[in-house]
């Protein structure tokens, strides 16, 4: 099968990483993936892989939210880095999120779905989109971080004033992709409970994040 032609992917986005598709990265990778989901369970659901791109276009991008790779747990993963479907249980990042949230806007969150923030232009990228179940990490290395590594290149390039939230070692990293004269870039300690109280706690990422979109005339984000 040519999974080039049968990716499935929001069109602006196929659009700008469409070269990915014909690079042999890509069909070592999507053959990798498809065993792995045909032998057995796999996160998230083959239909969410490419959720995060799905819901925020790249001309709607304002804000890059970067995760490592999908929560491990089934029901978990629905495509977006530390989101997890209501009626879930917060994964403790996320619970550290939301009590940074609450301190920064006084925004009180319930929703543990962030589908309305990637509808208003947070991509809420992992770095790898798919991952074994019950094994972290197991699709690291497969071909994933070049795909991701090149939207973000991509949106440095070819975009100006877009919010990079990089938390933790591994999403600061990825700086060295990003134009800091173009776009801004904000980085802290990871959310976890091994890393919240060294920093993130105080950072103040949306607010930071609001400000600037409103002083280069976008909307800024309802984080509530």
């Known amino acids: ?60 991008v304002k804000v ?25 249980r917060p994964q403790p990042s996320l619970q550290n999120i939301f009590q940074e949230l609450e301190s920064d806007l006084g925004v009180k969150r319930t929703h543990t779905d962030l ?16 991952v074994r179940a019950r094994e972290a990490g197991s699709h690291a290395g497969k071909g994933w971080e070049n795909f991701t590594d090149t939207a973000i290149s991509l949106l440095s390039q070819r975009r100006e004033h877009v919010v990079f939230i990089l938390w933790g070692s591994y999403a600061i990293a990825k700086r060295a992709l990003i134009d800091a004269r173009k776009h801004l870039v904000i980085t802290s300690p990871h959310p976890s409970p091994f890393s919240a109280h060294k ?11 609001n400000e600037y979109l409103r002083a280069t005339g976008q909307e800024p984000i309802v984080w509530g």
């Open 1 to 60: 099968m040519n999974f080039r032609k049968t990716v499935r992917i929001e069109p602006t986005w196929k659009e700008h990483l469409q070269p990915e598709f014909d690079k042999l990265y890509w069909a070592e990778l999507t053959s990798f993936v498809r065993a792995e989901y045909q032998a057995g369970q796999c996160c998230p659901p083959g239909k969410h892989i490419f959720r995060a791109f799905d819901l925020t276009p790249f001309d709607k």
């Open 115 to 130: 589908s309305d923030w990637a509808e208003q232009g947070v991509f809420l990228l992992n770095a790898v989109l798919t």
């Open 199 to 209: 920093g993130f706690f105080g950072s103040r990422p949306f607010s930071r994040a």
């Open 64 to 88: 890059v939210i970067l995760g490592q790779d999908p929560y491990h747990t089934p029901g978990a993963a629905m495509g977006f880095c530390f989101s997890v479907p209501d009626g879930n």
